[in-house]
């Protein structure tokens, strides 16, 4: 039942949650890490109670024409169990459906992926170093289990970095893209990421040409997006 779904909230229309795609976004409450960067802090909590699918379900239902698809985000949207539903529902109106995710939830995701016509899986660091952005021990390792599911699936899919200096610098940003390549990664984009104060921006020219020409050869699609 897609009534069960925690909806935090929703965007009707954008055109950079889902590239070369128009599409409404979703965003589910519930989140089991806890990003220093997040911007989102508000939906980590998973206590919302379920509900939002019926006056929503409306009011999509009049934007079937315009739109390309849904994305459903969060927080992290695997952790509430009613994804799959509310994908399904999603499909049923004629949607196609796009995922957001941070690969905390490997099982969850290889069950929604007959309900998913794209995924962005975020990358925050290397697999070992997770903990430093999540706060939460070896939570890298079901992000390596969430990309190889995605590898294998033959889903499109696209994998997203949000940098800052303060926890990345470019030898391991280059490390990452090298193994991401490695792996079977073809789609790879990085995010410059704004920070609320006391953390310093990220100065203008990082990082540095050599190394986005560098990463840009590893992959298929590449890009430096603005923050
Ligand atoms: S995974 Fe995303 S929603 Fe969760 S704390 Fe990190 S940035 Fe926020």
């Not at 994305?71 to 695997?78: I, K, R």
């Not at 021990?137 to 599911?149: C, K, M, Q, W, Y």
């Not at 995605?150 to 090298?178: M, V």
Request: hydrophobic share 45%; with cysteine; charged share 20%.
């Amino acid at each position: 039942m897609p009534e069960r779904a925690r909806i935090a909230g929703w965007e009707p229309c954008s055109s950079c949650d889902w590239p070369g795609r128009l599409a409404a976004v979703l965003f589910l409450a519930g989140c089991p890490w806890r990003c220093a960067y997040c911007h989102n802090a508000h939906l980590q909590s998973a206590s919302q109670p379920p509900g939002g699918w019926l006056a929503l379900a409306e009011r999509l239902a009049a934007r079937t024409a315009f739109l390309d698809g849904v994305v459903v985000s969060g927080g992290e949207p695997l952790a509430d169990p009613a994804l799959p539903e509310l994908l399904q529902a999603l499909r049923e109106m004629g949607f196609a459906t796009g995922l957001h995710t941070g690969g905390a939830y490997p099982d969850r995701l290889q069950r929604a992926l007959p309900w998913l016509d794209w995924v962005g899986l975020d990358i925050k660091t290397a697999f070992d170093d997770y903990h430093t952005v999540t706060g939460v021990p070896r939570s890298g390792e079901p992000v390596r289990r969430s990309l190889d599911i995605l590898l294998t699936s033959g889903i499109e899919f696209e994998c997203r970095t949000t940098l800052h200096p303060a926890w990345h610098d470019e030898t391991a940003l280059a490390a990452l893209a090298a193994e991401l390549a490695a792996l079977g990664v073809k789609h790879y984009h990085w995010q410059t990421a704004r920070l609320p104060k006391p953390w310093p921006a990220a100065p203008a020219d990082w990082p540095g040409s050599l190394l986005l020409q560098q990463a840009e050869r590893l992959f298929e699609a590449f890009s430096l997006r603005a923050a």
